[in-house]
């Protein structure tokens, strides 16, 4: 999982990513491909 400032560049990286928000904090996801993971802040 990385931890970046903006979430938008990685929102992109793949087709399946989506962006979700928990506990106040925002992640990327992408159920298909696992490697793309990503959380903001």
């Known amino acids: 999982m990385k931890v970046v400032n903006?979430?938008?560049t990685l929102k992109k990286r793949d087709?399946?990513?989506r962006v979700i928000r928990?506990?106040?904090r925002?992640?990327?996801i992408n159920k298909k491909n696992k490697?793309?993971?990503a959380r903001q802040g």
């Open 6 to 8: 903006s979430l938008k």
């Open 15 to 17: 087709r399946n990513c």
């Open 22 to 24: 928990r506990r106040g």
């Open 26 to 28: 925002v992640y990327v």
């Open 35 to 37: 490697r793309f993971k």
